[in-house]
């Protein structure tokens, strides 16, 4: 059984920074894309950004020049460096990822930024 588990949110100043980190196990394949969803309350959830197995990234809008996806030297690790954090990014961030098809989701953690 696949489990993705996240870690690295918390609470940040607004203009701080925050690393999130994803961790999957139960499985040898490699997963991609793998990425990072967020979902702030009373609003929809949200791509923030999505890694490929070759490397292509994909942001949102609102985030681009602020926030960089990567994968890590482990098998399908991926981490979120989230810079010059506005009010805005507060939101439950969640670790995603697919393979072979079937959809995987972590358990989401919580990004709080305030003023």
């Known amino acids: 059984q696949v489990q993705l588990v996240e870690s690295g949110g918390g609470l940040v100043q607004s203009g701080g920074s925050l690393r999130l980190s994803c961790a999957a196990s139960g499985t040898a394949i490699v997963l991609s894309p793998m990425g990072w969803y967020r979902q702030a309350p009373g609003k929809q959830r949200e791509l923030v950004a999505s890694i490929e197995s070759d490397d292509s990234i994909n942001y949102a809008d609102s985030v681009k020049g602020r926030f960089t996806i990567s994968r890590g030297n482990a098998r399908n690790t991926v981490y979120l460096q989230m810079n010059a954090l506005k009010r805005e990014d507060t939101a439950v961030y969640y670790c995603?990822?697919?393979?072979?098809?079937?959809?995987?989701w972590g358990q989401g953690t919580q990004v709080t930024v305030s003023a």
């Open positions: 995603a990822a697919n393979g072979w098809g079937a959809e995987y």
